[in-house]
């Protein structure tokens, strides 16, 4: 029986046909022409015991290590679709979305639902599957597992790291998981040169572990140079498709928002968080303040640097830019829902370089009603800043530090907000040794010249010769010398 099983299994598994296939489109936003690339990947299953792949080159541990019915998404950015900030919501759940392009801070952005090193139940399959996933497609593993960068939702994980870009290293990772056949196409479709000039790029990567299958989806988007000269080739095969049509994408914008710092650096005052979030979409205001739709604003508080302060937090209502009503923290309690949770970060065996006990805190604000008309909500924190050893300095040297990026969510329905990049009088991370190091030769150097200066000349003799000779004279007749 399990002989014929296994021939079963053998046919079955010969017949299945998986897609791998490369496409190029070109969208429109706001006038502005963008070129998108999508490559997929897709391994078939055949009960669990049989993986088939048509002409793709992945690992077979992005395959085996991936827990069943997972999915998660990974986007880096560079640029800005818009010199204004605008905001883009999307389904909590919007893998099934395509010819999406979001203008989420620049860096990386993480989601899901049940795939994170958050979990601790989960965290070696995590571990064991993202060692080789950030090998192969060239990504900084370490803040995957830096667990209070993320953000708490219901059932979703949400991170946000500044400090990864795209670049040509991870379009080499995409183009190599291809046949060779297929390389020149993509730098075709791709145009490595382009890409890296554009001001505004962003990769994708869609893994999806369905029960018969396993998907690889990768998107690559960057804007166009020459805006003028849009013009393409209509080349078509089986394998790989090419279109020329322009899809306009039409972008919602339900509010804006704007989060920035108050405060000098080099003071001993208070730093103050602004949040200001304004709704040009006045049927979306409507729905919130009728309650048909909630709102509710997640914010992360890098709590290791900064203590908020208690009692501090103010939400200011606007109605036409004039101030109507100041709320505190015994008044808003009437209208929003506050909750405020620590988290702490355990030092990972395998990730050097967090430290032991580093936390953030998120605090959720969600209103549920009672609020007259406004069209504006100006939330306020005050931060005390907090004295930090210089083992506890985390941010990249020189490169300042970054207040992490929060989430405002409308209904079933998010957007991320703005981080804020912030420098505090740090010093370079090798300057205390060099310190020391000139310091102790300029003592040892003067020191030198003072026991020169009082042993006077001494032709042919060392200063360790010369301070026994002055010794022995003075101190010598105790031994009778």
Known sequence: MKKIQYIISLILLITITPRSFLENEKLKIDDKYYTKTNVYIEAQKNDNKFFYMNEAYLPSDLITFLPRRTKFFIQLQQGTLDPELKSQFYPLDFYPLRNLVSDFPIGKFYFSKNFSPFDESGIDKFKKYFDVFAHTFKLTLNPFFDRTSYITYEENKIMIDTKEIPCNIHLDAIKETLSKDKWEQFENYVNYPDFC?????????????????????????????????????????????????????????????????????????????????????????????????????????????????????????????????????????????????????????????????????????????????????????????????????????????????????????????????????????????????????????????????????????????????????????????
Do not use: C
């Open 197 to 481: 000039k554009s001001d505004f790029k962003v990769i994708k990567y869609h893994i999806t572990n369905y029960e018969n299958k396993i998907v690889y989806e990768f998107e690559i988007i960057s804007r166009d140079l020459n805006q003028s000269d849009i013009h393409y080739d209509n080349n078509e095969n089986d394998k790989i498709k090419k279109r020329n049509n322009i899809l306009q994408l039409n972008i919602s914008n339900y509010i804006t928002t704007k989060r920035y710092l108050e405060g000098l650096q080099i003071s001993f005052d208070d730093f103050i968080l602004h949040h200001i979030i304004t709704f040009p979409n006045q049927q979306i205001l409507k729905n919130i303040l009728n309650k048909e739709k909630t709102l509710e604003i997640i914010e992360l508080l890098p709590t290791k640097s900064m203590i908020p302060k208690y009692g501090t937090l103010h939400i200011k209502l606007y109605k036409q830019e004039n101030l109507i009503k100041n709320l505190g923290v015994e008044e808003m309690i009437n209208y929003f829902n506050i909750s405020f949770t620590d988290k702490i970060e355990d030092k990972y065996p395998d990730n050097p370089f967090t430290y032991e006990k580093k936390t953030s805190s998120q605090l959720n604000i969600k209103y549920f009603g009672g609020l007259k008309d406004f069209d504006k909500i100006e939330i306020e924190i005050t931060l005390r800043k907090q004295l930090m050893n210089f083992e506890s300095i985390y941010n990249p040297q020189e490169f300042g530090f970054t207040f992490p990026s929060g989430v405002i969510i409308i209904g079933n329905e998010y957007t991320v907000t703005n981080h804020i990049y912030y420098n505090m009088p740090n010093v370079d991370v090798t300057m205390p040794f060099n310190i020391i190091s000139l310091s102790w030769f300029v003592y040892g150097f003067m020191l030198v010249q003072i026991i020169k200066i009082f042993l006077g000349k001494s032709k042919g003799k060392s200063v360790l010769e010369s301070i026994k000779d002055r010794f022995v004279a003075k101190w010598g007749w105790l031994w009778k010398k």
